[in-house]
């Protein structure tokens, strides 16, 4: 019913910033709630940021609190993660998912994109 499409990782020195997009398509993605998570090698996938479909409401993991920002644009169906102050840590392959529901749980999420790394050098 949904399909998402990261892009816009890359490879940043640590404090510098990227901005990530999730373009979604499918009729059913109106008042989707979405979702950010991020996967490290070796490292469980871990929930980032969520937003509600008017975006008025956005929470985050506490590891990127204060650093990164969710919003979106539903007239382009787009999600978007803005993040700042990039720490080594923060390296993984980020990936947006849309469900029902905004939580921390990643199972909570129905539909997931392929992801896009993120590589921040020290």
């Known amino acids: 019913q949904v399909q998402l499409v990261e892009s816009g990782g890359g490879l940043v020195q640590a404090g510098g910033s990227l901005r990530l997009s999730c373009a979604a398509s499918?009729?059913?993605?109106?008042?989707?709630?979405m979702g950010w998570f991020r996967q490290a090698p070796g490292k469980e996938r871990e929930f980032v940021a969520a937003?509600?479909?008017?975006?008025?409401?956005?929470f985050y993991a506490d590891s990127v609190k204060g650093r990164f920002t969710a919003s979106r644009d539903n007239v382009k169906n787009t999600v978007y993660l803005r993040m700042n102050n990039l720490k080594p840590e923060d390296t993984a392959v980020y990936y947006c998912?849309?469900?029902?529901?905004?939580?921390?749980?990643?199972?909570?999420?129905?539909?997931w994109g392929q992801g896009t790394q993120v590589t921040v050098s020290s």
């Open positions: 937003i509600n479909w008017s975006g008025s409401h956005t």
């Open positions: 499918g009729r059913t993605f109106t008042g989707y709630v």
């Open positions: 998912a849309a469900g029902a529901y905004s939580s921390r749980e990643k199972n909570q999420y129905d539909y």
